[in-house]
């Protein structure tokens, strides 16, 4: 054949599955979205865009070669069905958690957090989340819906235990909601405040809206007050020192930045995450 051709495969990506200590899967899913829509687009305008960075990390001295990760691609789901879409996602992390390796997720809006999650309890019982967002994401539904974007956190949280999660970034929700972090104690200020989770295994959940809108104008539900990718970045190199077995990166919606600056800065996060993996 001719050639070279373009990959479609998030750079870095080894050729093998049985190489990969790490495995990336995209969830192209947001059938639950409440504002804006369009977070099932991000996993593969992520993987195009990833080529615009350098495999090679400064602040991790490492290469995405490193990393030993395999980009299976994307699930495909049936359309409308939630619960389905899920099971679909709890099936394949499931295999990936079973086959001793880690599990990276692409998402698709946060709900597709929810049976990863249960697929990791499985394998790990000492499980702990740790979850940036800028919503607290613990409403008991959301218009009657328990299975929604809005309340992925307490249908984890009823998973894993309220006192096993950790969040970052919240500032928008239900004074309920508030409520019952105050209860559990899971609103983090300092690096510090996470050390108690050092002997759990850990999944790291990012939704990106956990930015502030001046750098993440690209997202489903924009949060003014936010924080800053340097913030964010520091806290993901101080998780370096956890024994982090999954993770997600959620809610990029790319069409409502045209300047596709949002995509570039959710790559980075990936990349970050990759390395600490």
């Given amino acids: 054949m001719l050639g070279p051709f373009l990959s479609r495969n998030w750079i870095g990506s080894v050729d093998c599955y049985d190489d990969a200590n790490v495995v990336m899967i995209g969830l192209p899913f947001d059938g639950t979205c409440s504002y804006r829509p369009g977070s099932r687009f991000a996993p593969e305008r992520l993987r195009l865009a990833s ?17 030993k990760f395999f980009d299976a691609g994307e699930l495909e ?80 949280g009823e998973i ?47 939704d990106v809206d956990v930015l502030d809108p001046s750098v993440m104008p690209g997202t489903g539900t924009p949060e003014p007050d936010g924080l800053l990718y340097r913030e964010l970045s520091g806290w993901i190199k101080y998780l370096s020192g956890f024994d982090i077995v999954g993770a997600d990166v959620v809610e990029l919606a790319p069409d409502y930045d045209n300047s596709e600056v949002s995509t570039a800065v959710v790559t980075k996060i990936i990349r970050d995450v990759l390395m600490i993996l």
């Fill in 160 to 206: 894993v235990g309220f006192e096993n999660i950790k969040q970052i970034g919240i500032r928008s929700g239900l004074k309920e909601e508030f409520d019952l972090m105050k209860k559990y104690n899971t609103l983090c200020k300092n690096y510090s405040d996470l050390d108690i989770l050092k002997n759990k295994k850990v999944f790291l959940t990012i």
């Fill in 51 to 67: 080529w615009g960075l350098e495999d090679y990390s400064p602040v991790y001295d490492k290469h995405l070669d490193d990393v």
């Fill in 77 to 156: 789901f049936p359309l409308g069905n939630t619960e389905k879409s899920l099971k679909v996602i709890e099936n394949n992390a499931r295999q990936v958690f079973s086959d001793n390796k880690k599990f990276l997720g692409i998402g698709g809006e946060h709900l597709v957090t929810l049976p990863a999650v249960k697929a990791c309890k499985e394998k790990y019982d000492n499980l702990a989340i740790i979850h940036f967002d800028a919503h607290t994401d613990l409403r008991e539904d959301y218009l009657g819906e328990k299975l929604s974007h809005a309340s992925v956190m307490r249908r984890i």
